[in-house]
């Protein structure tokens, strides 16, 4: 398949009045034409960022892509001035976020929200971006399309704002759509509509899908890949099938294993990680997770795992995967690791 | 909408009225009347006098025969300048203060939204900084001291300008920009911080997403919704001026109502005081009513309350 994103060793930082905050350290993975990457991770550990930085919406000042490349569709992304990236932004790369509630212009209709990308970037009379805008309401499954066009946000509700957001996103037909975290707010039958819906017309318009989520329901129902952070670090990558299947990094275990399950005693108190993310300020020298993981060994403190492909794409940055670590069961699915020593 | 409207009329009514008899109370608490203050007067013609413009009667009386009069749009005779009607002086007088007035708020509102935006835009560097300075200092000095510096330094030093007057184009610059000079400063502020608001929305994070340009993010999405808490603030503003004007048109020799309105109290001129005091609350609430109607017209959220939902 044809790589369309080809991200290698991003590090994004922010300038503070208190020091200089490592969010994104060398982070890479890619993204093939049509295919769906989630970015799983807590609260803070540079999954956002990372979304920022491709599109290249990073607040500046402060923030600033320290190094690495981001290559989209043959470009080098960091290299292009703010104006080709204009032309970028939206036409080739949309971007949904995190709250409905406040993503749209509350002063504004929705089909001048729709409308507003198509004229600018296909060059669209105001009649065609607007037949455009009413097809992409109503792709985007919003009843009574034509009503409905001419209404302010706040006769819309969330998730069907959500759906808006979509369709603006959407409309220029881009190749990549980044999903930050799209049904975080939304209620979860809310979110199920939404993530059908991304499936849907990811299908219809062959869009590749970044998204950035902490809800692993969410990456099962539409990811290919997963790619899963800590701390600005990529700690695990592989296909969702072989993530799920047969995790291998104790941060994904714990990740999984805090997921809530219906068919587990109710009773039975929720698996929990304990401890707090690293200080970004001041990353510590080896693995990220080593202070809050329960099989950190000696080495784990000292120095920063290297990177252990286990074949199809899977990969891993954890030192139990060493030939010299003892041998270790994973806690999710009872499978030995690091080749069953 | 129609609803609304009849309804606020009601209310600006309502509003008057309380205006009206508060200062005709006021008005008469004062001590003394309009006959006893400049010369001695001799008491059988003061009372005469007082028979004629219908003083004598119970103050009751004379408030329902405003009130009458008033129904009329009759404001009486002025009780100082004899020959006219407070009718008369108003119209008169008015066109100067509204010219003056409506110069310093296009001047205020312009500048004063430019720089906000200049400064919000700039945050935290050079323009930010020196457009924040203009607005402290708009702010803390006084109009009518901005108004004898202008015209000591441009008119009487410089020899640029006229010093007082109103007789032409030359004439209105220094007093509208001493007029409108706090508005500026009052509008730059809080343009800057609605601005400032609004540019770290995440609408405007979805224009950006969107590719349009800066400029474009700035005119379509930032500003109509950074100046909707200004234009809440207008209807009050435009009457800051309209009184503002009392001051100025002192300084500058302005044949404006301003004058007529000062004079009026010392001079207890009980129809010229009630005729311009109406007259300004009458222009204040309207005002407000048309700030009201037109931040409808700008945030599409405010329409919905009066209507059907």
Request: proline content about 6%; charged content about 20%; aromatic content about 8%.
């Amino acid at each position: 398949m044809e790589k369309l994103l080809e991200v290698k060793n991003l590090e994004v930082s922010f300038f503070t009045y208190g020091g200089e905050v490592h969010a994104v350290r060398g982070v890479s993975f890619d993204l093939n034409r049509g295919e769906s990457v989630a970015i799983v991770g807590e609260s803070g550990c540079g999954k956002s960022v990372t979304a920022q930085a491709i599109m290249r919406l990073i607040p500046s000042p402060p923030g600033v892509i320290k190094s690495g490349s981001i290559v989209f569709d043959g470009r080098e992304i960091t290299a292009l001035t703010d104006r080709q990236m204009e032309k970028i932004r939206g036409a080739e790369m949309g971007m949904i976020f995190q709250d409905p509630m406040t993503s749209l212009n509350p002063t504004m209709t929705v089909e001048r929200q729709i409308s507003e990308g198509l004229i600018k970037h296909q060059g669209l009379s105001a009649r065609e971006a607007r037949s455009r805008a009413l097809e992409m309401l109503s792709l985007a499954g919003i009843p009574r399309p034509e009503e409905r066009m001419s209404q302010f946000p706040h006769q819309f509700s969330g998730g069907m704002r959500q759906r808006v957001m979509i369709a603006i996103a959407l409309a220029c037909s881009p190749k990549l759509l980044i999903a930050d975290e799209p049904t975080t707010a939304l209620d979860v039958t809310i979110q199920a509509q939404i993530i059908d819906l991304m499936k849907d017309l990811q299908s219809k318009l062959n869009t590749s899908i970044i998204l950035i989520t902490h809800d692993l329901g969410v990456v099962a129902g539409l990811a290919n890949r997963v790619v899963v952070m800590y701390a600005g670090q990529v700690v695990e990558s592989g296909s969702a099938e072989r993530l799920f299947a047969n995790p291998q990094h104790p941060y994904t275990w714990g990740l999984l294993r805090a997921v809530p399950r219906m068919d587990r005693d109710i009773r039975e108190e929720l698996h929990n990680i304990p401890g707090t993310p690293p200080d970004l300020f001041a990353p510590p020298p080896g693995c990220p997770f080593a202070p809050r993981c329960g099989y950190a060994m000696k080495i784990c403190h000292r120095e920063r795992p290297e990177v252990t492909s286990l074949g199809d794409g899977h990969q891993v940055s954890c030192w139990l995967q060493h030939p010299l670590a003892p041998a270790t069961l994973s806690p999710v699915n009872g499978g030995a690791i690091n080749g069953g020593k | 909408m129609t609803r609304y409207i009849v309804k606020r009329a009601g209310y600006m009514i309502a509003t008057l009225w309380v205006i009206i008899t508060l200062t005709f109370v006021l008005m008469h608490a004062l001590p003394g009347d309009p006959f006893l203050n400049p010369k001695k007067v001799p008491e059988p013609i003061r009372q005469n006098m007082l028979a004629k413009y219908g003083l004598d009667k119970p103050l009751y009386q004379q408030y329902f025969i405003y009130l009458e009069n008033l129904s009329r749009g009759e404001l009486g005779y002025s009780l100082r300048y004899t020959q006219r009607t407070v009718n008369d002086m108003i119209r008169d007088g008015f066109p100067y203060s509204a010219d003056l007035g409506v110069r310093a708020l296009i001047f205020a509102i312009t500048t004063g939204l430019t720089l906000g935006i200049i400064a919000a835009l700039n945050h935290n560097r050079g323009w930010d900084y020196t457009a924040m300075l203009v607005a402290v200092f708009g702010v803390s000095v006084p109009n009518f001291v901005v108004g004898t510096l202008l015209q000591y330094l441009i008119s009487v030093k410089l020899r640029l300008l006229p010093v007082t007057g109103w007789e032409g184009f030359k004439y209105t610059l220094l007093p509208s920009f001493a007029l409108g000079l706090w508005t500026v400063a009052l509008m730059a502020r809080m343009m800057r911080t609605t601005m400032l608001e609004v540019l770290n929305q995440d609408y405007i994070k979805t224009a950006k997403a969107k590719g349009l340009s800066s400029r474009e993010i700035v005119w379509r999405h930032a500003i109509r919704n950074a100046i909707l808490p200004v234009v809440t603030i207008l209807g009050p503003l435009v009457v800051n001026i309209i009184t503002g004007t009392l001051v100025i048109e002192t300084i500058f020799a302005i044949p404006g109502l301003g004058r007529y309105y000062v004079q009026s109290i010392n001079n207890l001129d009980y129809p010229l005081i009630m005729g311009t005091t109406i007259f300004y609350a009458a222009l204040l609430i309207l005002a407000i009513f048309l700030v009201d109607i037109a931040y409808s017209f700008i945030d599409p959220r405010i329409r919905l309350v009066g209507g059907k939902e």
